[in-house]
C-alpha cells in the first residue's frame, strides 16, 4: 500500500518541497491515508498537514474532529479545523450540501494538493451511483486519482483509488490505527449507503470481481472523456478559437455541438446540463437570426447566447457587469467576455479626444443616456438605437460602454459618439466586445 501511494505521487509529479494536505474525516481511509503519508514524507521531502471539515450535523462532530486532532498530534502533523455552515435548502439534499460546503472549505486551504482517502470501492460506487442518474461519459468516468490546481484551489489526489476497502481496513489493524465510524454511513435512506450495503454486495455475490471490474470501466470511461475533450477542442478551433461564430457551431453535428458546450460549461465549472435541456437550446439556437438573437437557458444557472453570429455560454446570473476603468489595456475583462481595444490609423475612437478625459471608464449603460453618432443626426436615446440596432432587452444591461468622463463615447453594437470619432488620418483605437471570450484566455 506505500508504494501504491508513493508511486501515485511520483507520478503527479510530487517532490521535495511540495506541500500536502490530508482530508481527515477520521474514518478508516483517510487515518490509513494520512500514516502512509507520514512514511512518506522523509523519504520525498514534501510537508504534510491536515484539516478536518466540521460539518455541525452529527452530535458526534465534535468528537471526531477531537479525533483527528489526537492523530495529528502523535504524528507531530499540523491540522486544522474548517468550521462549515451546510445549506439546509440545498437542492440536493443535505448530503450534496454537506458535501458541497465540505469541498468548498478544502478548496480553500492554501496548499498544492489535497490528499483524499477515496477507494477503489467508493469509486464503483460512485459510477453505480451516477450511472443510475444518467450519466454521460464524463460522469461516468468517476473519480480521477489526480486532478491538477486550478485558479483558486489546490490540486487533488486520491493515492488509494486503487485499493480495496477491505485491504485498507486490514493495514489499519495490523497498524493497530484507531478511527471513527460516521454512524449516518449506515442510514439506508442515502442513495450511497444504499449502494454499498446492499447493492453492491449482491452484485460481489453474483460477480466476484464486480467492484475492479468497475473501477476498470471508469478508466476506460475516462480516457473516452479524454478524447471527447480533445474532439471538442477542435472543433473550437474550428469555430473560431475563444469566440464562437454562431453559424460554425450549428453546422457541426448534434452531438458535436453538445460536446463542445459541455466542455466549455466544464470549463466555467458548470454543472452539465441535462441532456434533453442542452438539444432544446442548440434546436432554438438554430433559429437565431441577427434581427432575432437568442439567449436559452440551459437549466443549471447558465444559458446559451447568440447574437450578431456569435455564440456563447454565460452565467443566467451575469446581469451586472463590474465597471472598470480604462488605462490604455489592450483589452479588459467584461462579464463572460473581453472588451478589445485595436490600435489603427483613421478608425474608431480619436486618441487625441480620448486624452482630453480624465477618467476613461467602461461600465454599464445608464438610464437615459444618449447618442449622437453622425453630425447633423439628433441625440438619440440609447434605448432607441438599440431597439433599431436589434439589441434583444437582455443584452442590453450588459452591453459595455465605454465612458470618457460623463459622455459615452462608444457603445458595443451601436457605434461611436461622432464628437470622438477618428479623423482619416489621425490615430484611433477602435473598441471590439468579444462575448464569451475569456474562456481559455
Ligand atoms: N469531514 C471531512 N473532513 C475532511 N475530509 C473529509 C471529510 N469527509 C470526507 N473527507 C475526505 O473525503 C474522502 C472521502 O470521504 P467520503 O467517502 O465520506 O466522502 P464522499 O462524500 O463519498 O466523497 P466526496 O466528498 O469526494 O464526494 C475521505 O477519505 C476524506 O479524505
Known amino acids: ?32 491515508l494520512l500514516a502512509l503519508l507520514h512514511r512518506l514524507r522523509p523519504e520525498v521531502g514534501f510537508s504534510l498537514e491536515a484539516a478536518h471539515v466540521h460539518h455541525g450535523l452529527s452530535p458526534n462532530a465534535s468528537a471526531w474532529a477531537d479525533a483527528c486532532e489526537a492523530h495529528c498530534a502523535r504524528l507531530g502533523v499540523p491540522f486544522q479545523v474548517l468550521r462549515v455552515a451546510v445549506d439546509p435548502a440545498h437542492s ?52 480521477a486519482v489526480s486532478v491538477a490546481a486550478a485558479p483558486g484551489r489546490p490540486g487533488r489526489l486520491r493515492p488509494l483509488l486503487g485499493q480495496r476497502r477491505a485491504g485498507i481496513l486490514e493495514w489499519a489493524r495490523r497498524e493497530a490505527l484507531s478511527w ?11 442513495a450511497r449507503n444504499m449502494l454499498r450495503h446492499r447493492v453492491l454486495p449482491s452484485l460481489e455475490a453474483a460477480f466476484p470481481s464486480a467492484v475492479p471490474m468497475l473501477a476498470r470501466a471508469c478508466a476506460n470511461f475516462a480516457e473516452a472523456e479524454g478524447l471527447l475533450a480533445d474532439l471538442a477542442e477542435l472543433d473550437a478551433q474550428t469555430c473560431g478559437g475563444r469566440i464562437w461564430r454562431a453559424s460554425s457551431v450549428l453546422g457541426l453535428s448534434v452531438p458535436r455541438q453538445a460536446n463542445l458546450l459541455r466542455w466549455r460549461l466544464r470549463e466555467y465549472g458548470a454543472q452539465a446540463p441535462s441532456r434533453g435541456r442542452l438539444e432544446e437550446a442548440l434546436r432554438q439556437l438554430a433559429t437565431a ?42 483589452a479588459l475583462p467584461w462579464g463572460s467576455g473581453l472588451v478589445r481595444f485595436e490600435c489603427g490609423l483613421g478608425v474608431g ?44 432587452a437582455w443584452l442590453r444591461d450588459r452591453m459595455p460602454v465605454l465612458w470618457a468622463d460623463d459622455a459615452p463615447v462608444w457603445v458595443a453594437g451601436i457605434g461611436i459618439a461622432c464628437s470622438h470619432a477618428c479623423a482619416p488620418d489621425e490615430a484611433g483605437v477602435m473598441p471590439r466586445w468579444e462575448p464569451g471570450a475569456r474562456a481559455g484566455a
Open 180 to 190: 471513527v465510524e460516521d454512524e449516518s454511513n449506515a442510514d439506508l435512506r442515502f
Open 92 to 143: 440536493g439534499g443535505p448530503e450534496a450540501a454537506a458535501r458541497a460546503a465540505r469541498h468548498a472549505a478544502l478548496d480553500r486551504v492554501p496548499c498544492d494538493w489535497m490528499v483524499f482517502g477515496h477507494h477503489q470501492d467508493d469509486q464503483a460506487e460512485t459510477l453505480l451511483f451516477r450511472l443510475l442518474r444518467g450519466a454521460g461519459v464524463a460522469g461516468a468516468a468517476a473519480m
Open 349 to 392: 475612437l480619436s486618441r487625441v479626444r480620448l486624452q482630453e478625459a480624465e477618467r476613461l471608464v467602461l461600465a454599464a449603460r445608464a438610464p437615459g443616456v444618449r447618442l449622437q453618432l453622425a453630425p447633423g443626426r439628433p441625440r438619440q436615446l440609447l434605448r432607441k438605437l438599440c431597439q433599431a440596432a436589434g439589441v434583444p
Open 289 to 330: 437570426t441577427d434581427a432575432r438573437p437568442l439567449r436559452v437557458a440551459l437549466g443549471n444557472g447558465w444559458a446559451c447566447c447568440v447574437y450578431r453570429g456569435v455564440l456563447w455560454v454565460e452565467g443566467v446570473e451575469e446581469v451586472s457587469v463590474q465597471a472598470r476603468e480604462w488605462r490604455g489595456e489592450a
Open 1 to 32: 500500500m506505500l508504494a501504491a501511494v508513493a508511486q501515485c505521487l511520483r507520478r503527479a509529479g510530487v517532490g521535495a518541497g511540495a506541500r500536502l494536505c490530508c482530508a481527515l474525516s477520521g474514518g478508516v481511509d483517510s487515518v490509513v
